[in-house]
């Protein structure tokens, strides 16, 4: 078996799958594992994780066992096995008593190719009983990281998987995870026992995805104008930091037209699942959540991530991102920042009940990522850099495509810093604006800061500029916001240097945020390449896949992705032989679909 797994694999993609190739490392990780090998995969989202338990599975002997913290997408992930005609099922605590005991029945006598289990229930001597009285072609761990105690996702089962080694030594395992970073790395192979695997570590690129940071200003009115300019109709994810910022948002947007649903951990359970549901199964739904959302959800066809309140760290804006456009089609990744921003995550940190080691990283983490945001360089290198991967200008974010002036910024830094260092650091943002703007508020004629050498000596430039100036300031670490004292601004060592004129400060141009352009429907497929009679029998087959999935009760995506419909629109085939070239299309969606499709082109 073992010289042919390879050719086997490789047929198994084809006709199942209906891809011509794997990509990139999937063939070395299969191939690997179809031997026995065990393996840790770190790939970014939409980079083809499934694929990589999947066929090895089909290629062993037994059942593929999957563990999966997601017990809300097992559904679907089962129905879309069953859609390329793969037997696979789920144990989890949402299905009845005699639901479970089928399911087992079957693990039992080998009928199935792929079961997927929740980790808890994995924990349960009936459960563990069942796997030792079936054959067990692997044990796949999704969401790896989710071992990690450092980390946002922790689950206290993971660690306990370390028991499949000890329990099932001869069957191989594979851990994935998306989480990127070295210690999370090395926290998986040591908890989960895997010293002895290979480590398959891909490319952290998701070049499909536009990288774009705006200065906030009306964030939520540059939000509609974002997904009216360039993403009507289409499915998306806004991130907030609040529930209550959550609520607003979906209202706002449903209120100017656009289909919003809110999810986040404060809506019961039933509300929820029936939210995460629709955006799943509709088309162009905008989901407006807290990070409470989004793990596991494959959907292929999100074409925009947007943030409306700045991630806590790299990883997270990495992880939140990468949910865009996992179907290779472009996406965008787009982000408000501004100076409240960086004032509360701050706060957020101090005020936590960490202790000061666990602070300290989060801080450092916090400082990544504002350097992402106040980058005069391009985002994409700014980004991998992080991951430890080293690239060139990517050509496709804001920077690049749009370079932002700099200029040198020493003078008003140095005023700026001069006015908080005049009015005893002991005051806020707004009063220390104003003192330097020469504002002559109630507040600042109280405490006579009028009559500061310092009192209007930034006079030359507006409120907006002086902000993206303090912001810099707080990202470069010369200014810190004590929320102990009532969030008044305070100098730091590296501000001396500075203020004695010893260093220079290279900052960013602020500009005003300029509204953004209405794509016209003709742009929108040229970007996918399609001619206009094409974007035609594209639109067509929408619609023809919508009523399909509704048919099947399936969401749309595990019919056909937007890409194989694409590549449909493109081809025209007029025969189930020409159908069978398309990437996507495997044997069963063929039978399935194959007369339906061909009688649609051949009839337009
Ligand atoms: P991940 O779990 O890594 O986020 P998925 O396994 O969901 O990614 O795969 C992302 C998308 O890429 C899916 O829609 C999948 O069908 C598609 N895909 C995976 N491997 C291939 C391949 N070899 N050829 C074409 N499409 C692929
Ligand atoms: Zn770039």
């Known amino acids: 078996m073992h010289a042919d797994a390879d050719a086997q694999a490789l047929h198994l993609l084809q006709t199942v799958f209906g891809y011509p ?18 393996a840790l995969v770190l790939m ?75 980790p808890e229930r994995l924990m349960t001597s009936r459960c563990l009983d069942l ?16 071992v990690s105690q450092w980390g946002h ?47 398959f570590v891909s490319s952290f690129d998701r070049p499909n995805i536009r990288y774009q940071i705006v200065e906030k200003a009306n964030a939520r009115q540059q939000l509609l104008d974002f997904i009216n300019g360039e993403h009507a109709g289409d499915a998306g994810i806004v991130y907030c930091l609040s529930r209550k910022k959550v609520e607003e948002v979906a209202d706002f947007l449903n209120s100017h037209g656009i289909a919003a649903l809110p999810y986040h951990a404060g809506i019961d359970n039933v509300s929820r699942a029936a939210n995460q549901a629709r955006f799943l199964r509709e088309d162009g739904i905008v989901m407006v959540a807290t990070i409470a959302f989004g793990m596991g959800i494959d959907k292929p066809d999100v074409r925009f991530v947007a943030h409306l309140d700045l991630p806590k760290s790299m990883e997270g804006y990495y992880q939140e991102t990468g949910r865009a456009g996992r179907d290779g089609l472009p996406a965008d990744a787009w982000m408000a920042y501004g100076l409240q921003d960086v004032v509360q995550q701050r706060r957020m940190i101090d005020e936590s009940e960490a202790n000061d080691a666990y602070k300290r990283i989060q801080s450092q983490k916090l400082d990544a990522m504002l350097g992402l945001c106040e980058t005069l360089h391009c985002r994409r290198v700014r980004l991998l850099d992080y991951f430890g991967q080293a690239s060139g200008p990517c050509g496709n974010c804001d920077i690049c495509s749009s370079p932002p002036v700099s200029f040198d910024g020493t003078v008003p830094m140095q005023k700026l810093l001069s006015t908080i260092y005049r009015v005893e650091q002991r005051f806020g943002a707004m ?78 141009q602020y500009e005003k945020p300029a509204r953004q352009k209405r794509k016209t429907a003709a742009s929108k497929h040229v970007e996918l390449g399609l001619t206009g009679e094409e974007q035609a029998i594209f639109e067509k087959l929408r619609w023809w896949r919508m009523e399909a999935a509704r048919r099947h009760n399936v969401p749309a995506y595990v019919i056909f992705h937007d890409a194989t419909l694409r590549e449909i629109a493109k081809a025209k085939p007029h025969s189930l032989e020409d159908m069978r070239a398309i990437s996507g299309v495997g044997e069963k969606k063929l039978e399935t679909y194959g007369d339906e499709i061909v009688a649609l082109i051949v009839s337009d």
């Open 21 to 38: 190739e794997f990509r990139g490392q999937q063939a070395q990780i299969v191939g690997h594992l179809a031997r026995g090998g065990d």
């Open 44 to 118: 970014p989202t939409g980079g083809g994780k499934s694929l990589c338990y999947q066929i090895p599975s089909l290629v062993r002997d037994g059942v593929g066992v999957v563990i999966s913290p997601l017990i809300a997408l097992m559904q679907d992930q089962v129905d879309a096995l069953a859609e390329v005609g793969v037997r696979a099922a789920f144990l989890n605590s949402t299905q009845s008593f005699d639901e479970a005991m089928r399911i087992e029945r079957q693990v039992r006598r080998g009928e199935l190719d792929l079961v997927y289990v929740a």
């Open 131 to 146: 796997l030792e009285s079936a054959r067990i072609a692997l044990f796949a761990i999704d969401e790896a990281h989710c």
């Open 153 to 199: 996702d922790f689950r206290p089962e993971y660690i306990k998987l370390s028991i499949l080694h000890e329990r099932f030594p001869n069957v191989p395992r594979i851990a994935l995870t998306a989480t990127a970073d070295a210690q999370t790395r090395a926290e998986i192979v040591q908890r989960l026992q895997l010293e002895e695997a290979l480590q």
């Open 431 to 508: 009063h220390v604006l104003d003192v330097l703007r020469g504002v002559e508020s109630d507040k600042v004629k109280q405490w006579g800061h009028d009559r500061l050498s310092v009192f209007g000596i930034g006079a030359d430039r507006a409120d907006q500029e002086w902000r993206a100036i303090l912001r810099q300031a707080i990202a470069l670490g010369l200014v810190t916001v004590d929320h102990e004292a009532y969030s008044a601004l305070k100098l730091t060592e590296d501000a001396r240097p500075v203020l004695r004129g010893e260093k220079t400060i290279q900052l960013r």
